[in-house]
């Protein structure tokens, strides 16, 4: 198992929340925020590799994982609350401007904390997830069950308990496998009468990328703070549609890049391939630098090196490390 080795842990008040963070290094502020299922492990290695280059990262555990705390409601999930978490680690911190690097809904985040205050933002950096433009007739969950069906993994996630009792009829050391070592190419859609997590295989072989002792760590951190706070943030979707109507339309105005695997879920059948290649992307995103990789959906871990290097050439454009 790969250590990080000489990473602070410590607890923060943010936003009316304890948040718990990793950090390391010093020099100009790099946040990197994880997705679904992970918390701040799943960056070990670009935090080591970062810290090394001259930056100070810092990578929390979002709201609902890991060491910080998990709000019961759905209504504690939207972007908003998700954005005002990290202002708060920004001012915390001191610190006018920091580099916002995100993964699935860490990426959501860092999009949506560059939409509300490119001030604070000098570059964000997403992975997997581009900026989505929203919907002006049709509420998410609604138009993901239209185009998939209820079998989706998102419109499964919606009714309070309902995974968090299908997910229970496994250890987390399964869980953990079949969420993270997902190696379908198309939508998770389950069929009918299934859950998505009877419906996902688990691999009896790890790929190299991670080993059962790195797997135990999400284990174990799972089974102390559970699922609820993760799927919550599902379960807020179609609240952060009605909370965006202001924002319909609107750009990300500060430098972006993009960095996608070939083999993400929904990347070749999804529409997404055809939209980052297209008009209503770049604009959207003018300032935009498209990566496309060799790889799946937790890209950070499984091409740890290519993706600590394209970051790394991101961040060194607009800043003289320490």
């Given amino acids: 198992m790969m250590m990080v080795g000489e990473v602070n842990h410590q ?3 943010t936003n009316g929340i304890w948040m718990h963070i990793a ?7 790099v946040l990197l925020l994880h997705g679904f299922p992970e918390f701040w492990f799943s960056w070990r290695h670009q935090i080591t590799h970062l810290a090394d280059h001259g930056y100070h990262v810092v990578a929390p555990d979002l709201r609902g994982y890991g060491d910080t705390d998990s709000p019961l409601s759905p ?5 908003f609350h998700i954005v005002g978490d990290l202002i708060g680690l920004l001012d915390h911190f001191g610190q006018q401007q920091a580099f916002v690097v995100g993964i699935d809904w860490g990426a959501v985040a860092a999009w949506h904390l560059s939409l509300f205050r490119p ?6 950096v997403s992975l997997c997830v581009p900026f989505a433009p929203r919907s002006p007739n049709i509420k998410t969950v609604q138009s993901f069950t239209q185009m998939f069906g209820d079998g989706f993994y998102i419109s499964q996630f ?3 308990g309902k995974a968090e009792k299908a997910f229970a ?3 987390y050391q399964t869980v953990m496998k079949k969420l993270l070592l997902i190696n379908k190419t198309d939508q998770l859609i389950a069929p009918p009468g299934m859950e998505i997590i009877d419906y996902l295989e688990t691999p009896s072989l790890l790929p190299p990328w991670i080993t059962e002792e790195e797997l135990q760590v999400y284990a174990d951190k799972f089974m102390e703070s559970g699922f609820t706070g993760p799927l919550n943030y599902y379960r807020a979707m179609d609240l952060n549609w009605e909370l965006l109507a202001p924002w319909q339309g609107s750009k990300i105005t500060v430098p972006a890049k993009l960095i996608v695997g070939d083999k993400d879920i929904g990347y070749d059948c999804g529409g997404t391939k055809e939209y980052i290649k297209g008009n209503v992307f770049k604009s959207l995103v003018p300032d935009i630098d498209v990566v496309i990789l060799d790889g799946h959906h937790f890209i950070q871990q499984e091409k740890a090196q290519q993706v600590s290097d394209e970051i790394l050439s991101f961040l060194s454009k607009f800043s003289e490390p320490k």
């Fill in 11 to 13: 607890r923060i008040k």
């Fill in 23 to 29: 950090e390391k290094g010093t020099g100009p502020l």
């Fill in 75 to 79: 209504s504690s999930y939207t972007v």
């Fill in 119 to 124: 001030d604070r933002v000098k570059g964000v």
């Fill in 158 to 160: 919606q009714e309070a």
């Fill in 169 to 171: 009829r496994y250890d």
